[in-house]
């Protein structure tokens, strides 16, 4: 499966953004996806995630109530709407596929196919 990271951009502090990401190839309804964030220097980290079916997500403490994940099977896309933008939010996002389920999900190592990633950076 190829996928697809879009919509970041520059945006001040407490604003809005939403990033999609576009799949092609395998079905893409079988596949969960997450979202994961990575700065200079740092190592990747989870942000969020979606089961194949969309019925169960699971997020970061740094971004819940703040983001959330949803999905189109039909668009074959993930969107994560990011609310309430802190300039610590600030990285490259990228979002990735995997077969695995539940809190593996959380785990960057368990994703199978990842897309590049777009930026977001957050103004204060």
């Known amino acids: 499966v190829q996928l697809q990271a879009s919509g970041g951009g520059l945006v001040q502090a407490g604003g809005s953004l939403r990033l999609s990401c576009a799949a092609s190839?395998?079905?893409?309804?079988?596949?969960?996806i997450g979202w994961f964030r990575q700065t200079p220097g740092k190592e990747r980290e989870f942000v969020a995630a979606i089961s194949w079916s969309g019925g169960s997500t699971y997020s970061a403490d740094s971004v819940k109530g703040r983001f959330t994940i949803s999905r189109d099977n039909a668009k074959n896309t993930v969107y994560l709407q990011m609310n309430s933008l802190k300039p610590e939010d600030t990285a490259v996002y990228y979002c990735?596929?995997?077969?695995?389920?539940?809190?593996?999900?959380?785990?960057?190592?368990?994703?199978?196919?990842w897309g590049q990633g777009t930026e977001v950076t957050v103004s204060s």
């Open positions: 990735a596929a995997s077969y695995r389920s539940s809190m593996a999900l959380t785990n960057k190592g368990y994703y199978d196919y």
């Open positions: 190839g395998r079905i893409f309804s079988s596949y969960a």
